[in-house]
């Protein structure tokens, strides 16, 4: 056997060994910034709690003009995501004190599974009761699971071959009506369907997810691979009738948080079908995303990648002058640097080592002060400056709680990345 000098062991041992073992097996230095903001994350999530103890009804969304937290119902999009954080900080603690309150959470949105009065039941269930099965493999969460995949394929109309996100209503500035509106937030509902096909061996749910998927990749993209926030079909023919916005900033605009769905949506759909035209579609959104000439240095999007520009002309009031700048959307560069890191294990050589390395420079950015919630500009969220919904002058430069959820899923996924050396 070859024999090492014994300087150079001690050399190795100290340099390499020792802080890989405390590193969690990640290289030291690379992973201060997860640590970091996991110890962030502790005490706010700990007065989050407090707020709600005894109450598992009112969930986290937000905070209110004056300060108090938002909280929204269970019917509402966005109660996954609290149960959903609560997973994550179990994940990286080992802490049981949080695996209980994620149970409660979870188990809050039961009654969920059968809900069909809008297409988010991906984002309520998956992201809690999905998550949860990380952790425990409950039948009855499994249970749930699938019968939230069926409440979510009523809203599927073979003849337009897409699933209806909204109910009819009126277009941003009640121009025109959306009977049957698909927008690109939908992507993100499709792995409730394909983990229900495995779990069941049921294709259905697949097929409906496939069928949406190309739909989507067929109207909803531009040649540039830009996104329409909206598509709107003829619930009759299948037709497509418009293509508009809700929350971008006009109808020809790039929503960046619409984009980041779009760029996580079909990472996932090239992850459970290994269909290359989903990879390419995710590919291409992506790099929409990293090389547009408005991204700040940082690489957290301006709340639309064409706010204000010319040629983009909105259906609301817009009114510049109330912002010094125009606002940032922190939530999509966490969407974004999640999906980024899933994309990163889809592909090899060169592109993963782009992905990976974009997703890791807007995490880093993400987790400074002017971001990460280090000096408790208020109590209870991890990340500052989202946008929600600007044209309705909604939930503008404030925390929201999908920022929080994606960020800690990219910080996890970030770890286990570089750990398996697949950076
Ligand atoms: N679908 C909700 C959002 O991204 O605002």
């Known amino acids: 056997m070859m024999k090492i000098p014994k300087?150079?062991?001690?050399?190795?041992?100290?340099?390499?060994?020792?802080?890989?073992?405390?590193?969690?097996?990640?290289?030291?230095?690379?992973?201060?910034?997860?640590?970091?903001?996991?110890?962030v994350a502790g005490p706010l999530y700990e007065n989050l709690l407090k707020t709600t103890a005894g109450n598992s009804k009112d969930y986290p969304h937000s905070l209110n003009p004056d300060g108090s937290i938002k909280y929204l119902q269970i019917d509402e999009w966005t109660g996954g995501f609290w149960p959903g954080i609560l997973w994550s900080m179990y994940e990286y603690t080992g802490d049981e004190k949080w695996k209980t309150q994620a149970k409660v959470w979870?188990?809050?949105?039961?009654?969920?599974?059968?809900?069909?009065?809008?297409?988010?039941?991906?984002?309520?269930?998956?992201?809690?009761?999905?998550?949860?099965?990380?952790?425990?493999?409950n039948p009855?969460?499994?249970?749930?699971?699938?019968?939230?995949?069926?409440?979510?394929?009523?809203?599927?109309?073979?003849?337009?071959?897409?699933?209806?996100?909204?109910?009819?209503?009126?277009?941003?500035?009640?121009?025109?009506t959306w009977s049957y509106p698909v927008i690109m937030d939908n992507m993100m509902n499709l792995e409730l369907l394909f983990y229900a096909s495995?779990?069941?061996?049921?294709?259905?749910?697949?097929?409906?997810?496939?069928?949406?998927?190309?739909?989507?990749?067929?109207?909803?993209?531009?040649?540039?691979?830009?996104?329409?926030?909206?598509?709107?079909?003829?619930?009759a023919k299948g037709k497509?009738?418009?293509r508009q916005t809700l929350q971008g900033f006009s109808d020809n605009s790039t929503w960046a948080r619409g984009q980041a769905w779009g760029i996580y949506g079909f990472a996932a759909c090239y992850r459970e079908t290994g269909d290359k035209r989903f990879l390419e579609a995710a590919i291409g959104m992506a790099d929409f995303y990293l090389n547009h000439k408005k991204l700040p240095a940082d690489k957290v999007p301006y709340w639309d990648f064409?706010?204000?520009?010319?040629?983009?002309?909105?259906?609301?009031?817009?009114?510049?002058?109330?912002?010094?700048?125009?606002?940032r959307d922190a939530s999509a560069a966490a969407i974004t640097?999640?999906?980024?890191?899933?994309?990163?294990?889809?592909?090899?050589?060169?592109?993963?080592?782009?992905?990976?390395?974009?997703?890791?420079?807007?995490?880093?950015s993400l987790s400074t002060d002017q971001y990460l919630n280090t000096g408790q500009a208020n109590p209870y969220f991890l990340l500052k400056h989202s946008t929600g919904n600007f044209p309705s002058g909604r939930e503008i430069d404030v925390p929201l709680i999908y920022a929080d959820y994606y960020y800690l899923e990219a910080?996890?996924?970030?770890?286990?990345?570089?750990?398996?050396?697949?950076?």
């Open 198 to 235: 495995k779990e069941t061996g049921d294709v259905t749910y697949r097929n409906v997810a496939i069928s949406h998927a190309e739909l989507t990749m067929k109207n909803h993209l531009r040649a540039d691979f830009s996104s329409f926030h909206v598509v709107n079909y003829d619930p």
């Open 106 to 137: 979870t188990e809050s949105l039961e009654s969920n599974q059968f809900n069909t009065a809008h297409h988010d039941i991906g984002f309520m269930m998956f992201n809690s009761y999905g998550k949860a099965l990380k952790f425990e493999q």
């Open 240 to 242: 497509v009738l418009h």
């Open 140 to 176: 009855k969460y499994k249970e749930i699971l699938i019968q939230s995949a069926k409440s979510l394929c009523k809203r599927y109309s073979p003849v337009v071959g897409s699933i209806q996100s909204w109910n009819e209503r009126k277009s941003k500035g009640e121009i025109n």
């Open 337 to 364: 640097s999640s999906a980024l890191l899933e994309l990163s294990q889809l592909v090899r050589g060169k592109k993963r080592k782009t992905y990976f390395s974009a997703a890791g420079f807007m995490l880093k």
């Open 7 to 39: 300087l150079l062991f001690a050399g190795l041992l100290f340099t390499i060994l020792i802080p890989l073992i405390l590193g969690n097996g990640i290289p030291s230095g690379q992973n201060d910034f997860i640590a970091k903001s996991f110890s």
């Open 411 to 423: 910080l996890l996924k970030y770890g286990h990345i570089l750990k398996a050396g697949k950076s």
């Open 306 to 327: 064409n706010a204000g520009e010319n040629g983009y002309r909105p259906d609301w009031d817009y009114q510049p002058s109330l912002y010094k700048e125009i606002p």
